[in-house]
């Protein structure tokens, strides 16, 4: 019987505080398991990221591993390292969006470093769909390029990342696929009578003004102000209002669930669900509302992906890729629309549900199809390790 193949796999984490990476990991192992079992071998998964949070069950067949460590690495005693030794194939998600040197350079330099790292110990990479670029300093882009040449497979989840791949003219295996979140399991809960139910999910991120608080995403609306009126308006029309918070950061403003405490203060009447374990938790109580304002990107696929009519807040160019690949033009751009405009949207997208219903299902079909064909390119990927 053939040993279970070893897959290690970079910028992936069970357990994240940030439950876009949980789902992004949950679904990436699940779609390659299902590879694996095409061709008759079993697998077994390191994660190369962050630790999972107190209280995380982890599966069977997966191992959490190191972070990686540039000083380790340049003394040559990198457990970081040292998994990649051990690993018949690596499969680098980014993080989902972080192949790209917008977020600076220290960040380019860890994910250009556990790439280049791969491809020195001569071991096959793969860059799970994810988005691709922009890289705007001509020395990454050329570094970007050189790597993406070497990988044994690039695969985009978008229609804008396709695009620029196709224009770097790269030799390698591209493809265009979807957001492996769309693969994350969910339970549909039993729904009951009553008030029309409506999910906020609020970004601290966008609600704090970005990173460093500076409107760091060049927003045209003021969100925090949307929030409140969205808030004010459905409360005053006997709609249930739930807070779906989907980032728990340690510290800054990328947290979400310590915005949940001053909003539930000042309308006692909304809903704060108990903490998410894992993405499919918050999957699964979005599953039973009726409408959901997504200011997180992956808040807005769980609810897609459980055929729950969603109006996104896109703040970066990964948004409107991706709902453009769906085929559905129900989102606000929050680098073009104002607050009036944005409020107007959402108020019409939920009057207009249903049709937003209708609108998601051949975007469901659109994405099992694309996951079954990026499923059935890592089996013939897999079919051809030892």
Known sequence: MARPLHIALPWHAIGHGNLGIDALTRSNIAILRAAAARIGREVRFTTLCAAPGDGVVLPDDVTIGPMPSPRAALTGRSPFLSVLRDADLVVDIGEGDSW?????????????????????????????????????SPWRRRLADTIMRRARAVYARDTLSAGYLAGRGLACETGTFIDVAFRLPFARPVRSDGAPRV?????????????????????????????????????????????????????????????IVPLKARYPAIVAPPRFADASAAKSWMAGLDFVVGGRMHACIGAFSAGVPVVPIAYSRKF????????????????????????????????????????????????????DAYEARLAAILGELP
């Open 320 to 371: 409107n890729g991706l709902f453009d690949t769906l085929g559905y033009p129900h989102f606000v751009d929050g680098r073009v629309a104002d607050t009036d405009h944005a409020f107007t949207t959402i108020l019409a997208g939920f009057a207009g549900r249903d049709a937003l219903a209708a609108t998601i299902r051949p975007g469901l079909a659109l994405a099992a199809e694309r996951l």
């Open 199 to 259: 999910g906020l999910n609020v970004s601290g991120l966008l609600y704090r003004g970005g990173y460093r608080g500076g409107n760091d995403f060049a927003l045209t609306l003021d969100y925090a102000a949307l929030t409140h009126r969205l808030i004010e308006h459905w409360l005053a029309a006997g709609v249930d209002v739930h807070l779906i918070p989907h980032v728990a950061a340690p510290a800054g403003n990328d947290d979400d669930v310590s915005l």
């Open 100 to 136: 790209t040197d917008l977020y600076g350079g220290r960040r380019f330099a860890f994910h250009a470093g556990t790439k280049l790292a791969t491809l020195a110990l001569g071991k096959p990479l793969v860059l799970a769909p994810q988005t691709i670029g922009p890289f705007a």
